[in-house]
C-alpha cells in the first residue's frame, strides 16, 4: 500500500504544478497518462480499457512494473478529478462518468453530446412532424371517411329493434353522407361511385319516403354498410401532381 499512498501524494503536487512541472522536464505523471489514453481512446473508455491503454502509454515513464497497486492509482486518480464521484476532491473536474464503468474526457465529450442532443432532439421533431403530416393527409385525401364510417354504423345497427325516430334519422344521416360522396367522387371524376351514392341517397331520401317491409330493408341496409365501408378507403382524392399529368 505504500506505492499506492506514495503516488497519491505525488498525483496532488503534479496536479497543482501541472504546467511547470512539464517545463522542468519531469517525468509524466499518472493524470497526464490518463488523459492522453482517454484521448486515445475517443474520448471514453471503461477502466479496463484504460488500464491496457496507460499501461502501453507509461509503463516505462511510470515504473508501473515496480508498483503493485497502480490499477488502484488509476482509479483513485480519476475519482479525485471528476466532480461524479464522491471522492472528488482536487478541485480540477477533468472526468465524467458515463455509467456501468465507463468514464470520459468532459473537455472532448462536452461539445460531442450537445450536438447527439440537438441531434436526437431534430430528429423527434421531425419523426412527430411526419406522423401529423401522415395524419393530415389521411384525412385530406379522404374527407369523407369519418361519415362514411359513421353511416356504415347506423346501417348495421338498424338491424336491432328501434323507436321509429331512429329510422327517421338514419335515412336523414344516409342521405345527407350519399349526397356528399356522390359530390366528392363527381369533383374526383369517378362517376361509378357518383351513380352509386346518388342511388343510395334517393333510396334513403326523408322528403319522398320509400316504404319498403323489414325482410327488404335488412339486407338493402347490410349491403349499403359495405358500400359505405369500401368508399371510405377506396375513394380518395389524387394527388396533385397526378392530376397535372392527366
Known sequence: MACFWDVRGILNA???NQHSSSKKGEAMTWLDAIKEALEELGGKGSLED???????????????????TWRDTIRQTIYDHSSDSESFRSG????????HGIW???DMLSTT???KHFGNELVESQQKEAENMGEQNIFD????????????????GALARWPYGYYQLLRLVVCGVSIYIAVMAYQWQKMWAM????????LFNPLIPIHLSLEIWQPIDIVCAALFIVIAFVLKKADE?????D
Do not use: N
Open 195 to 202: 351513380w352509386v351514392f346518388g342511388f343510395i341517397a334517393v
Open 113 to 115: 453530446q450537445t450536438h
Open 14 to 16: 503534479d496536479t497543482r
Open 104 to 106: 470520459g474526457l468532459r
Open 50 to 68: 484504460i488500464y491496457k491503454k496507460v499501461q502501453e502509454i507509461g509503463h516505462k515513464k511510470l515504473s508501473i512494473e515496480k508498483c503493485d
Open 92 to 99: 480540477v473536474d477533468i472526468f465524467c462518468h458515463l455509467g
Open 241 to 245: 401532381g397526378k392530376k397535372q399529368e
Open 141 to 156: 385525401k379522404r374527407p369523407h371517411l369519418i361519415p362514411a364510417i359513421i353511416a356504415a354504423t347506423m346501417l348495421l
